[in-house]
Every structure is written in C-alpha cells, then in structure tokens.
C-alpha cells in the first residue's frame, strides 16, 4: 500500500527493486488493492510481474469504491457519503476484470472482499467471487475485517482461504473470535499492519516524523495523549530488543510468527534496507521468558480507525 498510497511520497524506482529484492529473499506473497493509489498500485505491480508471475503468489481487493462511477450504490454517490463500501455481484465482476487488466495477468491467486458491505448479503458477493473462480480469473477467496459470523456463512457457499485483518502487539482483539474462527475452519489468518503501521519499529518519535499527507497523522493512535501513551508500549519493545540485538520491528514480526501455524503476517514497506530487517525477522527466536514478557505489554490507546473508516471493521 505505502508504495502507492497514505503514507507519504514514494520513489517508483526503489518499489520496483523492493519488489525484486523481495523474490531474492524468498517473499513471494504480494498482497495489494484496487483502493491503493485508486489502481496505480497494481498498474506498479504490473511492471514488475511482466517478468515474474510465476514466482509470485498474488493477492489483490475489491470492495473499498474508488471509482465512484463503477458503484452500484449510486444512492450514496448523490448523498455524497464520506466512504462506499460495494459488494454486489455487478461490482465484483467489474472490479475483477479491471484489476487484471491493470495487473497483466490472467487470473488472480487470492481475491478478497476488501470491506463487507453491509447493505449486499455475504452470500451474493461471495456467490459473485465463486463465480470468478469458475471463469478461471480467480484460484482463492478472502475476505477483510469480516466477523465471525460472516466467515461463516461465507465459508459455506465457497471456501474460504485466507481472512485479512490487522494484529500485531498493539492490535489483539482478533485473538478472542476471529482467530480462533479461522483455525476451527481451517483458514489461514493473514495480519495487516503487523507493525502497527509504522509505530512499532520505534522509528516515529513524534506525529512531526509523519509527511504532511500521511493518512496516520489522521489515525487516531497517531495523535495527542494516545501517540505519547502509545510511545511507552514501544519503548518495551525497544527494550527486548536491545537484549535480543534485534530492531524493535524483527521483534513485533517475531511474536507475531508464534501465533499460529495459520498465521501469515504481510508487513509494507518501500524501501530496500527495510525490507531485509522484515525478512530477517523469522530467525529470530523467542524464548518463553521473552513470549511472557510480550503477552503482557499494554495494547494500544486509540481506535484503530477514524469513525468514518471504522463503521466498515469486523462486518
């Protein structure tokens, strides 16, 4: 995402040798969206594809309108609503097709419903994005920020491969039902934000380090008493790292590695050198003293979301 969209300028040149440098280290795993850059991420995905579909298993998303015109809820086009959230099967179907297109390739290996909307029944998107599979456009399903029960049910009209929310040390909520959900059905649970956008690397001192269109200097974590309640939770990150000679980031993909054999977390980045310290994280181990330490660190202070962004969470 942060190559193409929210969290400030990027250099096209250095995602594309991120990218390249990523299959070098064995991450084969592109997860992106039609939302990022409103289609521009796929249209830079597309270049380094040309010559590397094979190696990559690609995931993309659909849901998050970001074509007001393509949206079968033109209702709230004219009501001019903040955020559209689109799940009817006209729209899976269109989406689809344009993200190929902008991607170059033929089918897609794991598609999901970026947000649930709330206003289509599950089993109609879901119905759709079956449908996509038989056409041979799509491998896997996925859905995003769906509850428990909407796993479910989608579960029973085509199965599920993976589900997409965010998790990480400052974000655990997924560990009470939505977790448990996945490995009762046998879905793998992929963690976004696994470093908590940013905040856990221990690299963003105060909101100033943010560029000035950064979408986190919206976030709420990211402002006031939260950004200063929220240093102390990295400062103890900070601390096992120290003692592990390890960067506060390998730590936070470290812990979230020992979650389950489901668990697969999709850090962003778009620079080189971050990249590598990511990578380099799954050897790091932890040992039972250290797992103590971590189970017990305060989560985070702060929705995870702005309200307008947050009525669309585990739908």
Not at 96 to 101: A, G, I, N, P, Y
Not at 200 to 228: V, Y
Not at 230 to 248: F, G, H, M, W
Request: aromatic letters at 8%.
């Amino acid at each position: 995402m942060g190559m193409s969209h929210a969290y400030g300028p990027s250099d096209e040149g250095e995602s594309l040798r991120v990218l390249d440098r990523s299959l070098e280290l064995g991450v084969n795993f592109w997860d992106t969206a039609d939302l990022y850059g409103a289609g521009k991420n796929e249209l830079l995905l597309a270049k380094a594809l040309a010559t590397k579909r094979e190696r990559v298993f690609l995931a993309t998303k659909f849901g998050n309108v970001y074509d007001r015109s393509l949206t079968a809820h033109q209702d709230l086009v004219k009501e001019e609503t903040f955020w559209i959230v689109d799940g009817t099967p006209e729209y899976v179907r269109k989406c689809c097709d344009l993200s190929l297109e902008r991607l170059g390739i033929d089918h897609i290996d794991l598609y999901y419903q970026h947000r649930v909307d709330p206003r289509t029944p599950i089993e109609e998107t879901v119905g759709a994005m079956a449908d996509l599979v038989k056409a041979g456009k799509v491998r896997y399903l996925g859905l995003s920020e769906a509850a428990p029960d909407t796993i479910r049910r989608a579960h029973k009209v085509h199965p599920i491969t993976a589900v997409q929310t965010e998790y990480s040390l400052w974000t655990r909520d997924v560990e009470a039902e939505i977790l448990p959900t996945c490995q009762e059905l046998g879905i793998a649970f992929v963690p976004y934000s696994p470093l908590g956008r940013g905040f856990l690397t221990g690299a963003i001192k105060s909101p100033e380090d943010l560029p000035e269109d950064d979408w986190r200097r919206m976030n709420p974590r990211f402002q006031g008493d939260n950004f200063e309640k929220n240093l102390d939770l990295v400062r103890q990150v900070e601390s096992i790292a120290s003692r592990k000679e390890a960067t506060p980031a390998q730590i936070a993909l470290a812990w979230v590695l020992t979650r389950g054999e489901n668990v697969i977390p999709i850090p962003g980045t778009k620079k080189l050198k971050y990249l590598e310290q990511n990578a380099a994280a799954a050897e790091v181990k932890l040992t039972q003293k250290d797992l103590d330490e971590l189970e017990h660190l305060t989560q985070a202070t702060g929705h995870r979301y702005p309200p307008q962004s947050a009525q669309f969470l585990n739908g």
